[in-house]
């Protein structure tokens, strides 16, 4: 069984970045959408990245980002990943990350009346349209670009599908653990359930959120082992 990929988006303060890292997260999100309280300019996130130690990845989350915009942003940040997060057609998110030459995410918005085929199709789609495409994240459908701290319902996720996307949508401490037992994706993806408030992280939520998804971890090998002896 492999460990559960945790990612601490909306990163703005250093001390948040030593905290994240401290913590044990895998990878840190940096926000390039001027609209979010959490936003970061390239400049501001290349002086954070500057404190990342190796093998600790920086994602950037753009919302509907022209060409000049990532190139600003790859320019100025160490960036490993990109993850789109608006309205992006297939193709524009083919050639944003072709022009970085960087991997990329696409962001799902899932929404009650979401079907399993819909994010099958999406992910088949997506893997067809560029050799950079990394996979899938799924949030919640709000009237916003960001799942608002909501999270949506976890039974729509295909079986087949779940060891390979990103969970996010409304994750926090008391949810985390169940979360991932019930989900197994690959990663999951916090912002707002470990804030103190908008764009300011809260270390001993940090922590404790990471714990959860550790002590999910620990329950599926645990399972997994007991399914063998079986």
């Known amino acids: 069984m492999q460990r559960t990929r945790i990612k601490i988006c909306g990163i703005t303060r250093e001390e948040d970045l030593r905290a994240a890292v401290a913590a044990g997260a895998d990878a840190l999100g940096f926000v390039f959408y001027p609209k979010s309280p959490r936003y970061v300019t390239p400049e501001r996130a290349g002086d954070l990245c500057a404190a990342l130690p190796p093998y600790v990845s ?35 998110c083919a050639a944003l990350a072709a022009e970085v030459a960087r991997p990329y995410v696409r962001a799902f918005r899932v929404r009650p009346d979401t079907t399993q085929d819909e994010l099958l199709e999406y992910e088949r789609a997506n893997r067809a349209a560029s050799p950079w495409f990394s996979g899938v994240l799924l949030d919640t459908y709000v009237d916003a670009y960001g799942g608002a701290g909501k999270v949506f319902d976890w039974s729509l996720i295909p079986k087949e599908l779940a060891p390979r996307v990103v969970l996010s949508g409304g994750l926090n401490v008391q949810n985390a653990t169940d979360a991932v037992v019930r989900v197994r994706p690959f990663a999951v993806d916090v912002s707002s359930g470990v804030e103190a408030q908008k764009g300011i992280k809260d270390a001993r939520k940090l922590a404790e959120f990471i714990k959860a998804v550790r002590a999910a971890d620990a329950t599926i090998l645990s399972e997994t082992s007991h399914e063998r002896i079986a």
């Open 58 to 92: 920086a994602v950037a989350l753009f919302v509907n980002p022209t060409a000049d915009e990532v190139k600003a942003v790859a320019a100025k940040a160490p960036l490993s990943l990109i993850q789109f997060h608006g309205d992006e057609t297939t193709g524009e």
